[in-house]
């Protein structure tokens, strides 16, 4: 049975979930960051261990989340930063995720339905001043519609004294393999398909960064580096995945897509292991920042 949140909300967001056959309209989707049921499951399953799952025990330990906290994660995708936070403070009831897309949380929500998985965007966060203890947002602030608003909000529902940490990835130059997928992109999609790819890193930038928190209104922020390695098990299935996988999979026809196995398959062989695997840097900076 889903357990229910003990924070209290100033209004409660519609929670229903999709069915799952529901495909929402794709170019639309893609203009708004959208995927439908089938691209969350395989983000879940070959994203989140490939890139994501690595990073949610440091940016809770850069939250300084202990046992008991109330935590929030921000865009949280299908979870993997949520469920790690729950198994730190100690019981998925002090744990909400939010996510302006509804097949991320349907996916979310099968994994560990106890915890408060809500519709919702970063830029209007329906929870009371000072809810939590700790906010985190990995790897999402990249693809806020406003990310002054999204962050000034995820402050304000911090309690004094505790801790916003948010994890973006460095820039694509220090990400090789994706560096040569978008410029691969570019040649055989088009220009649409390359920058789709190229948003995820576009807060790579330290001076930017830290501009874009001093605006937000943020102090004592610290901004640390990390190495990070992406991993899938071919070159084949990380080509497939991150196609099929991201919003801009309708861009690119079935031809296209294996025209691109094709050419990884002679120009980035450089990214295999000795067992064929495909393995590379994906660094990323984590933001601590407390409110003024």
Not at 48 to 71: K, M, Y
Not at 74 to 79: E, P, R
Not at 182 to 189: G, P, T
Request: hydrophobic share 45%; with cysteine.
């Amino acid at each position: 049975m889903k357990e229910t949140s003990t924070l209290s909300a100033t209004r409660r967001p519609d929670r229903r979930r999709p069915a799952a056959g529901d495909r929402p309209a794709t170019r639309d989707a893609a203009a708004r960051g959208q995927v439908d049921r089938e691209a969350a499951a395989l983000y879940e399953r070959f994203f989140v261990p490939a890139l994501f799952a690595q990073w949610a025990q440091p940016v809770l330990d850069s939250a300084t989340v202990t046992q008991g906290a109330r935590v929030l994660d921000v865009a949280c995708g299908t979870g993997v930063l949520a469920r790690a936070a729950a198994q730190r403070v100690g019981a998925a009831r002090l744990v909400v995720g939010i996510d302006p897309n509804e097949a991320m949380l349907a996916v979310a929500a099968d994994r560990e339905p106890a915890i408060d998985w809500r519709t919702g965007c970063a830029e209007r966060i329906d929870f009371d001043d000072a809810s939590f203890d700790a906010v985190l947002c990995q790897f999402g602030l990249m693809f806020f519609n406003d990310r002054q608003a999204g962050l000034r909000e995820m402050m304000r529902v911090l309690r004094p004294g505790g801790t916003l940490a948010v994890s973006v990835w460095d820039t694509l130059e220090r990400s090789p393999g994706f560096a040569a997928l978008a410029a691969m992109l570019d040649r055989i999609v088009g220009t649409a398909a390359g920058d789709a790819l190229r948003v995820p890193f576009s807060l790579g930038d330290v001076d930017v960064l830290r501009e874009l928190f001093d605006r937000s209104g943020m102090s004592d922020v610290r901004i640390d580096t990390n190495a990070g390695t992406a991993r899938f098990p071919s070159l084949e299935s990380w080509i497939r995945t991150n196609v099929r996988g991201w919003a801009f999979s309708d861009l690119v026809s079935d031809a296209r897509l294996q025209q691109l196995v094709d050419e990884a398959g002679r120009e980035m062989l450089d990214l295999q292991t000795a067992h064929g695997e495909v393995a590379f840097a994906a660094p990323a900076h984590i933001v601590v920042a407390r409110p003024r």
